[in-house]
């Protein structure tokens, strides 16, 4: 498990920079002014993950309209991000954090298990970053269905 806990409601979000679609580097600091919605996801291409970035693209008209980008991370290489946006007409910004270094500051680098087997894995979070880059609000262990809407209200409200 990670030893970094999640950065807090009200504080001052970890500032980044990583490799992203279409050979771009995605920086925190290049959305100073606006709200971004950072959520982190386990892997490319697979159901869950897929319904994610789907939803959150389709919403990526209305969350333009109420002043904020969406960024996924995932430890995924580039390359892969780029195939998966490809696949899917993903409008979101897509990351890669192969050495989980982002992931672990925002503390949803965990230990997880499946079928009694332990191992690392990205817990499914979102965190919503105000336009003075603070934390706004923190979604954890997050279930796909309805969570774009729940996001996109929060966005809504700043």
């Given at each position: 498990?990670?030893?970094t806990?999640?950065p807090?409601?009200?504080?001052?979000?970890p500032t980044?920079?990583?490799?992203?679609?279409?050979?771009?580097t995605v920086?925190l600091?290049?959305h100073?002014?606006?709200?971004?919605?950072?959520?982190?996801y386990?892997k490319?291409?697979?159901p869950g993950c897929?319904?994610e970035?789907v939803?959150?693209?389709?919403?990526?008209g209305?969350?333009?309209?109420a002043g904020?980008?969406?960024?996924?991370?995932?430890?995924?290489?580039?390359k892969?991000h780029?195939?998966?946006a490809v696949?899917?007409d993903l409008?979101?910004l897509?990351?890669?954090d192969?050495s989980?270094?982002?992931c672990?500051?925002y503390g949803?680098w965990?230990?997880?298990?499946?079928?009694?087997?332990?191992?690392?894995?990205?817990e499914r979070?979102?965190?919503?970053i105000?336009k003075?880059?603070?934390?706004?609000?923190?979604?954890r262990g997050?279930?796909?269905p309805?969570?774009?809407?729940?996001?996109?209200?929060?966005v809504?409200?700043?």
């Amino acid at each position: 498990m990670t030893d970094t806990p999640s950065p807090a409601v009200g504080e001052k979000a970890p500032t980044f920079s990583l490799p992203g679609t279409g050979g771009q580097t995605v920086a925190l600091d290049d959305h100073a002014g606006k709200a971004v919605v950072l959520y982190f996801y386990p892997k490319d291409d697979t159901p869950g993950c897929t319904r994610e970035a789907v939803e959150f693209s389709g919403a990526i008209g209305d969350f333009d309209a109420a002043g904020a980008v969406v960024i996924g991370v995932s430890k995924d290489p580039a390359k892969k991000h780029d195939k998966f946006a490809v696949k899917h007409d993903l409008k979101v910004l897509l990351a890669s954090d192969e050495s989980s270094d982002v992931c672990e500051r925002y503390g949803v680098w965990v230990e997880k298990s499946m079928y009694g087997r332990k191992y690392m894995g990205i817990e499914r979070s979102t965190f919503l970053i105000g336009k003075d880059g603070h934390i706004v609000q923190a979604w954890r262990g997050v279930k796909v269905p309805g969570h774009v809407d729940e996001v996109l209200s929060a966005v809504r409200a700043l």
